[in-house]
């Protein structure tokens, strides 16, 4: 029951979460401002890759979110492989989000900045369906 809950769980949180930062978009500081919490709308993929495509962007993924569900339900039918189901669980419930705000919305809504963290990424404005998907992508290739 946990496996089929956890997408749920996950897509339902990052659209809360998200909901509130399109309703209220003041810039959040923690941890000395090591993390930031602002409002940014990403129309394109990961890093803003495909902004000028974003029906391109949506439908891949569409697909994408359409073959981790089709594994994810065939996988559930197995015994065991508790870690690629939790994995898969993790990596549909964070695709299904962001899917769904690049369909409804035109892009997807992006929340915390790790103003320290090395190189590029201090620049990434990460949601908590990025680190599901990141997270459940690992979990699912080492199983």
Do not use: C
């Not at 997807?108 to 090395?118: C, I, Q, S």
């Amino acid at each position: 029951m946990f496996n089929i809950l956890l997408p749920a769980a996950i897509a339902g949180t990052d659209s809360l979460i998200k909901k509130q930062r399109e309703e209220n978009d003041t810039v959040y500081e923690y941890l000395d401002g090591k993390i930031k919490i602002v409002t940014f709308h990403n129309k394109g993929a990961f890093l803003g890759g495909g902004k000028k495509k974003p029906v391109l962007v949506a439908f891949m993924s569409v697909v994408f979110t359409a073959i981790v569900a089709t594994v994810f339900i065939l996988t559930l039918t197995k015994r065991g492989l508790n870690m690629l189901k939790f994995g898969l669980g993790l990596l549909l419930g964070g695709a299904f989000s962001n899917t769904y705000d690049r369909i409804k919305k035109g892009y997807v809504t992006d929340y915390m900045v790790f103003e320290h963290a090395p190189g590029f990424l201090k620049n990434v404005v990460f949601n908590l369906s990025d680190f599901a998907i990141i997270i459940g992508a690992l979990i699912s290739a080492l199983q």
